[in-house]
């Protein structure tokens, strides 16, 4: 198993360029994630899917876009990047806790570090 | 609004040396809370917490969460250098289903030779 795999690994964009980062899991996860670690902070979500077709906005979304096309993939959109948006960028994936006290924790990529400028 | 704070912020210590580092949360909706240890790349899973007072180990890490005082530590008995990293303490939070984590800010580990 790969895991959850991450390109690329380093981008430099110029400001109000789009771009695309790839995340692929093959641990057959319903719930995949998109976090954004900036420098001496913790990770914040920026989007969520809980299965193909089914998106939904975490802390931070603005600026971003997700899909959700299939199991495995789920692509973060940046449009019109912005200074702001200079960080890493961690893309996480688990199964659904069924609850009563079970819970599963997330398997994380190994990040793509964004600089805008 | 949730919060996770993490103490210290940084840490160096001496290789052999005893950690302990700390966790506290205001979080609605608790469910469990996770330790993660960030080298260069990905945070990697240590421990997931549950239930209060009972004691997860695994090598010379071990940790324990109190959910009356809302908080958890992590310790680190006879410290390697490659213990060093960024550890991470996050609060899962939700309904069945979908975990949202919450991140404290981490603490940066050092352990010198």
């Known amino acids: 198993n790969a895991g959850v795999t991450q390109t690329p690994k380093f981008r430099i964009l110029k400001i109000g360029q789009s771009m695309t980062l790839q995340c692929t899991q093959d641990m057959n996860h319903n719930y995949m994630y998109w976090y954004r670690q900036d420098p001496g902070m913790g990770l914040k979500l920026i989007y969520y899917s809980v299965g193909a077709g089914i998106t939904d906005k975490g802390e931070v979304p603005n600026g971003y876009n997700v899909s959700r096309s299939t199991t495995e993939d789920f692509p973060l959109r940046l449009e019109l990047a912005a200074p702001s948006q200079t960080s890493v960028y961690f893309c996480?994936?688990?199964?659904?806790?069924?609850?009563?006290?079970?819970?599963?924790?997330?398997?994380f990529g190994p990040g793509t570090r964004l600089t805008v400028t | 609004e949730d919060k996770v704070v993490q103490s210290p912020l940084s840490l160096v210590v001496h290789e052999g040396d005893t950690v302990t580092l700390n966790c506290s949360y205001e979080v609605t909706n608790f469910r469990s809370l996770l330790w993660y240890k960030q080298e260069k790349k990905a945070p990697t899973f240590l421990f997931m917490l549950t239930s209060s007072g009972i004691e997860k180990k695994s090598g010379r890490l071990s940790s324990i969460l109190d959910k009356k005082e809302l908080s958890s530590i992590l310790n680190i008995t006879a410290t390697q250098t490659g213990d060093s990293a960024i550890y991470l303490c996050?609060?899962?939070?939700?309904?069945?289903?979908?975990?949202?984590?919450?991140f404290g800010t981490g603490t940066r580990l050092l352990v010198s030779p």
């Open positions: 996480a994936s688990s199964y659904p806790s069924p609850g009563q006290g079970t819970f599963y924790e997330q398997y």
């Open positions: 996050a609060v899962m939070k939700g309904n069945t289903g979908f975990q949202k984590l919450v």
